[in-house]
């Protein structure tokens, strides 16, 4: 193989992979000079000039002509005078010869492996393209088709025929796909294994929703609405504190949309996760009540050095607090950044209530025991009952009943 046929060949495979000229160039040098460097050991003295479009290569070892009895003769950048006059009759002690260097004469073998290192190159390259291709996209939304389905992954191709992966653990619980269909996610993160890119996508990244809001909503795109904080259970819940600095823009009204318009979209391509957007603020007390919505909070205590949120709400309003699955609450937790403790809000009639333990000093603990075996652990469950009840539904004695009332009446009395 001839050095045109080699480089020719090179720059077209080269271009079918969209590698630039210089880049080109650059790695034809390399090569070559490898080359020379195997061959002579170096490669300081020589001269490599590449014409890709052409095919032309010119390889010139440079050398200084000395006398023949120099110290100096043996150096890489030295000749004799006697070898220079071989090449060229009137050359002189001081000149300088310009020798060159056929590529045949590296033999068959070395180019045949410089062909299949420059391929090699390439594919290398074209790999380093690619990883820093979609280094610049980590946090973006791309596009990709799927063409295998896996036990533990789902394999994508986009565009350019690059090989895309979407793990299991980065997919939502309700995503089913069929080769073929076209998939939306974020590239998660890229890595290099063994050589090759590892692109790795992400459905259920919060980045993901963030981004989707940034497609549908355009005052999110343009910045007029700022999304402070996204916490989200893949495909059950989520919640979007947003915020906007225009006292004019309405920023949950402008997420959600005419009838819900925007937010339809965003919860459809999520598998119908159920979002919420609430207005951010500083106030603690009130950004916790917004972000336990639909519950109505009563009140909150904060204990701020062990983040910790005690939150009283009414009977009624408990299970809304917890949510589903207790989603809500992991999530309003997540999204303030304090663990969020539910309390049922007492009426004043409990509030007003003792528990039967508290007269552990003036009544035996067995008559305590007797009365809660009959469900009764407060004085007011106790006096709510008559005299009758009492002897009907325990095996206490009259005289005991009597002293038991009369305790705990004095009580409510004080």
């Known amino acids: 193989m001839d050095a045109k046929v080699l ?4 720059a077209e495979f080269a271009r079918s992979k969209n590698v630039d000229r210089p880049t080109m160039i650059r790695i034809l040098e390399d090569v070559f000079r490898a080359m020379i460097r195997k061959k002579y050991e170096t490669d300081e003295n020589f001269d490599v000039t590449i014409n890709a479009d052409k095919g032309d290569l010119e ?8 006398d023949d009895n120099s110290e100096d003769i043996w150096d890489f950048d030295k000749i004799s005078l006697t070898d220079a006059r071989k090449i060229e009759p009137d050359f002189e002690v001081g000149e300088e010869v310009y020798e060159k260097i056929e590529l045949e004469e590296f033999g068959r073998r070395a180019v045949m492996m410089a062909r299949q290192t420059l391929i090699q190159r390439i594919k290398d390259l074209e790999k380093d393209l690619l990883f820093n291709q979609y280094e610049e996209l980590v946090g973006e939304i791309i596009s990709a088709e799927v063409y295998q389905i896996l036990g533990r992954e789902v394999l994508l ?33 890229v890595e290099m294994v063994n050589g090759n890119p590892k692109i790795i996508l992400s459905r259920t990244s919060p980045i993901f929703l963030e981004r989707l809001f940034e497609n549908e909503v355009p005052e999110v795109f343009d910045g007029l609405i700022t999304i402070k904080k996204i916490v989200r259970e893949p495909g059950e819940r989520a919640k979007v504190a947003v915020e906007s600095y225009d006292d004019r823009i309405d920023p949950v009204g402008a997420c959600v949309g005419m009838k819900g318009s925007r937010i339809h979209a965003i919860v459809r391509e999520l598998q119908n996760e159920n979002i919420d957007v609430i207005n951010y603020t500083d106030n603690l007390e009130l950004y916790v009540s917004r972000a336990l919505s639909p519950a109505k909070v009563s009140s909150i205590s904060a204990d701020q050095e062990n983040k910790r949120l005690s939150v009283y ?3 009624d309003q408990v299970s809304m607090a917890i949510g589903k699955g207790g989603f809500n609450i992991r999530l309003a937790s997540r999204l303030v950044g304090f663990e969020i403790d539910v309390f049922r809000e007492l009426s004043d009639a409990e509030e007003e209530d003792v528990d039967l333990e508290e007269f552990v000093d003036e009544i035996d603990g067995w008559v305590i025991d007797e009365l809660k075996k009959t469900g009764l ?22 005289e005991t009943i009597d002293e038991v009332f009369k305790i705990l009446k004095q009580e409510f009395e004080q």
């Open 157 to 189: 191709i986009d565009g350019e025929g690059n090989e895309l992966i979407l793990p299991k653990g980065e997919q939502i619980p309700k995503d089913r796909f069929r080769k073929g269909d076209s998939v939306k996610a974020i590239v998660h993160k």
């Open 377 to 398: 652990d407060t004085a007011k469950s106790v006096l709510s009952l008559s005299k009758e009840d009492l002897l009907r539904r325990t095996e206490l004695e009259e």
């Open 7 to 10: 480089i020719e060949s090179f």
């Open 59 to 66: 390889i010139l070892r440079i050398r200084e002509i000395v």
């Open 313 to 315: 709400l009414k009977p």
